[in-house]
């Protein structure tokens, strides 16, 4: 199929155009590069650089590209941000949703994939969370994510467009080869921070709040290979020739943010200094993924469950590319 990718300069949508390539499909690329690389795109896919918001610019890309297939991974992501500009992350990540929507349904699209995250259910209660938790979002990141969804579940009422919402909890990990890995300015994500401390980037850790209700005080997640993230998507690609799918995508196993420094200490060999922080608006004490319904339906089984793993192939990529994608 001929595949548009959006957001396919950026961490999760880089490795998805990979896999998507390597499974002989056409990739289209669309990225603006306000947070994404171009030496991230991998080699074979089409890379056009556009912003999401210019309608006349998005109908440009369908008509210029007979597409059978959206992926959509663009967007404001950082839950802490959204909390003090609610407007502006509902401006651009469902606005410009909207736009690729309204266009890929006019030109006749028929299967459409969400990069849609844990955070819709902002403090659930139960966990491991399912499919069937009450959608009530942490933040208002969550909630224009919600809001892309509801959008999708219209589209298909009423242009028969199948959409996949697929529900990632954390994203880490970096492709095995060490070619493409994580590379946010500035980062944000636990995993190459503690990584950044390691190779003398940073002095130390900040945790951030002690005094949760887990079983050593810091928040537990649920880390998600980035190259599992991919094969779902290529799964749930499939699944769309038949029916709409909604999953949550997750190890089914949560660590705490002391797990994860000692963890990276113990890959890495570094002493990892680490001090108490306040607590972060917008993050909920636990986190974990029940992953049950992909498995069954789709045959879905991580390469990489374990965290140890996960950091090892992190570790990989941060230790030969120090600064990134500069690199």
């Known amino acids: 199929m001929a595949i548009l990718v959006t957001g396919g300069a950026g961490y999760v949508g880089s490795h998805a155009t990979a896999a998507l390539l390597a499974a002989g499909h056409e990739v289209v690329v669309v990225d603006d590069l306000s947070t994404g690389h171009r030496a991230a795109v991998p080699e074979g896919a089409t890379f056009v650089a556009t912003d999401l ?6 109908d440009a890309l369908f008509a210029a590209h007979p597409l059978d297939a959206v992926m ?6 950082l839950v802490g941000e959204s909390m003090k500009d609610p407007m502006g992350y509902f401006a651009v990540n ?53 809001m892309i969804e509801r959008a999708l579940v219209w589209a298909e009422r009423i242009y028969g467009m199948r959409y996949g919402c697929l529900r990632y909890f954390n994203a880490a990990g970096a492709d095995p080869s060490g070619v493409r890995g994580e590379d946010h300015r500035p980062e944000t994500h636990l ?19 002690e005094d949760y209700a887990t079983p050593d ?56 200094p680490a001090r108490k922080g306040e607590r972060r608006p917008g ?29 090892e192939t992190a570790w990989r990529w941060h230790s030969t590319h120090p600064d990134g994608f500069r690199d």
């Open 53 to 58: 918001a210019d309608r006349a610019a998005v």
């Open 94 to 146: 469902v606005g410009n949703a909207l736009n690729l929507i309204d266009a890929a349904c006019r030109a006749g699209v028929k299967r459409f994939i969400l990069s849609s995250t844990a955070n819709l259910f902002g403090e659930p209660e139960t966990v491991p969370i399912t499919e069937d938790e009450p959608l009530i979002p942490g933040s208002p990141y969550g909630e224009s994510k919600l």
């Open 217 to 272: 005080g810091t928040c537990v997640r649920d880390y998600v290979h980035v190259c599992d993230l991919a094969d779902a998507h290529l799964l749930a690609l499939d699944a769309l020739a038949q029916r709409s799918v909604t999953y949550n995508l997750g190890s089914g196993q949560g660590y705490s943010v002391r797990e994860v420094i000692e963890t990276v200490r113990e890959v890495t060999g570094h002493p990892i």
């Open 72 to 77: 959509h991974f663009a967007a404001l992501s």
């Open 283 to 311: 993050d909920p004490p636990s986190l974990v993924a029940a992953s049950d319904r992909i498995r069954s339906e789709l045959g879905w089984s991580p390469r990489y469950g374990d965290l140890r793993s996960i950091v």
């Open 191 to 209: 995993i190459p921070i503690v990584m950044q401390v390691a190779l003398g980037q940073r002095d130390e850790v900040v945790i951030f709040g």
